[in-house]
T-cell receptor, first 115, second 115 residues
Framework: DTEVTQTPKHLVMGMTNKKSLKCEQHMGHRAMYWYKQKAKKPPELMFVYSYEKLSINESVPSRFSPECPNSSLLNLHLHALQPEDSALYLC??????????????FGEGSRLTVL | GENVEQHPSTLSVQEGDSAVIKCTYSDSASNYFPWYKQELGKRPQLIIDIRSNVGEKKDQRIAVTLNKTAKHFSLHITETQPEDSAVYFCAATSDRGSTLGRLYFGRGTQLTVWP
């Protein structure tokens, strides 16, 4: 299984809603990532988890809250988002961050629209 | 931090022609350079990568070259086909120091192959 699975594929939410994005991988990878991608732009790193611990937070606003319940799962909790947060949110995993020079496997993404 | 520049931003070629996309990086500590292809509405997928101890790598119609002295690397696609049409992202990272866990992307090249 070389898949990173993300749910939901599409999400529309109001600025007062609370929702979560979910990501799952069963490749035994110990590093998991959240990226944000706007149209025609490269992915922007948001968070990195290494061995279920948050190792990088790229100064992301607190309305985005990541969680790594176990080595296979990664969540992104969303609260009080702004319309400019509308984007494709990509989850990715890799074998190991300390030897990070290895392939990132991306999920298909969750397309988020904030009204 | 690392800065990756990518050119051109758009590239149109006739089917069967070659396509070349060039990237430069700023951090001499970077030692891993992947290339990702992202088709419209799809996830980024690794197509080829190169490490700093190698000058060139080839995989069928795709090749990547790396010049560490000049800090640039290039993607070469030969005998292009319409299905090669996509956005291509170069990236750079290091397995040590403050860049650990961060993949620095170029801005992307929209490649269009005309039949």
């Amino acid at each position: 299984d070389t898949e990173v699975t993300q749910t939901p594929k599409h999400l529309v939410m109001g600025m007062t809603n609370k929702k979560s994005l979910k990501c799952e991988q069963h490749m035994g990878h110990r590093a998991m990532y959240w990226y944000k991608q706007k149209a025609k732009k490269p992915p922007e790193l948001m968070f990195v988890y290494s061995y279920e611990k948050l190792s990088i937070n790229e100064s992301v606003p607190s309305r985005f809250s990541p969680e790594c319940p176990n080595s296979s799962l990664l969540n992104l909790h969303l609260h009080a988002l702004q319309p400019e947060d509308s984007a494709l949110y990509l989850c990715a995993s890799s074998q190991d961050v300390p030897r990070n020079t290895g392939e990132l496997f991306f999920g298909e993404g969750s397309r988020l629209t904030v009204l | 931090g690392e800065n990756v520049e990518q050119h051109p931003s758009t590239l149109s070629v006739q089917e069967g022609d070659s396509a070349v996309i060039k990237c430069t990086y700023s951090d001499s500590a970077s030692n891993y350079f992947p290339w990702y292809k992202q088709e419209l509405g799809k996830r980024p997928q690794l197509i080829i990568d190169i490490r700093s101890n190698v000058g060139e790598k080839k995989d069928q119609r795709i090749a990547v070259t790396l010049n560490k002295t000049a800090k640039h690397f290039s993607l070469h696609i030969t005998e292009t086909q319409p299905e090669d049409s996509a956005v291509y992202f170069c990236a750079a990272t290091s397995d040590r120091g403050s860049t650990l866990g961060r993949l620095y992307f170029g801005r992307g090249t929209q490649l269009t192959v005309w039949p």
